[in-house]
């Protein structure tokens, strides 16, 4: 499975520089999104596998306000190992450098944050720019990735993923809950997404999703961004995002 995902992209995404302008073209940071990324048949066994994942072995993400279910157990879910393996491969990556104009792009692999999700009726993802600092590999996120596993999902559920302007005011670009489809987006401390309105899609159906990151070793961090967790909050005033103490 590893060497067939890795030679479909590198197959129907034959040139990474005419995507790179597209990643580039985006009107607050880079971002590129995807059809058929992933074949269908891999696809279909991904979802299978994370529908047969029991909830109760889930970590229940609830951060502001937000609900999914996310679970990252290579050793009990094959396929979801292959995937990533391929995902992590040199090949891949190279691909991945090369449509993203970035460099020394190492994978994590410990999968911090990364591996299934699932979001169920009524669940979301609030409005929030990523975490930037991997404290376990000690390394800077650079992109992210998220393929999406339905395929038979309608649009008026919602569940798009978002990406908004850098005041968190207008949406520039929605992602459709797609068979295999992916994006790709840079880091960047405005990069607000999420999908803020609770779904409305049948209790016996699930958002599946898969999300990877990417991190390297040369970036810097300023005075006016720290490390940080991912960020939920923005002050209006300052127009900045901001962190609150966490608590149970």
Partial sequence: MKQQLVKHIIENFTDPYELQKTYRSHPSYSLLTLEDFVPKHIVSAMAKELDNVPLEDCKHFTRAGSCMYEYNDVTKTPVQDAVIDALHSSTFI?????????????PDPHLIGAGYVKSLTGDSLKLHCDFNWNEQIRLHRMLSLVIYLNDDWKEEWGGQLQFYDRERQTVHSKVPVGNGNAVIWSYDNFAFHGYPDPMTNPKNT?????RLFYYVSNAKHDDKHPPHRSLYWFDDKEKVPYDKPWTK
């Fill in 94 to 106: 190279k691909w991945l450098q090369e449509v993203t104009d970035t460099v020394d792009l190492i």
């Fill in 206 to 210: 699930s958002r599946k999703a898969l």
